[in-house]
């Protein structure tokens, strides 16, 4: 699996949420470094299907 549509992102984010207590604070500087990092490298997010369901790995971009 390359990436997640967004139905399959709500619903993980539901369920990291709702694993982390139900709150998540992100603060914006963490948000935009995310979305714009500073190098242009960035995290990648590996998405494996397991028999169980999914794994979601963090993976630097060469």
Known sequence: ???LS???LRAVLNVLISR???TVEI???ELYDAM???QGHGEQV???ET???LRLSI???P
């Open 1 to 3: 699996m390359r990436y």
């Open 6 to 8: 967004d139905v399959n």
């Open 20 to 22: 982390s207590g139900g």
């Open 27 to 29: 603060r914006n500087e």
């Open 36 to 38: 714009l990092p500073d």
């Open 46 to 48: 590996l998405i494996e």
């Open 51 to 53: 028999e169980t369901g």
């Open 59 to 61: 993976v630097s971009r």
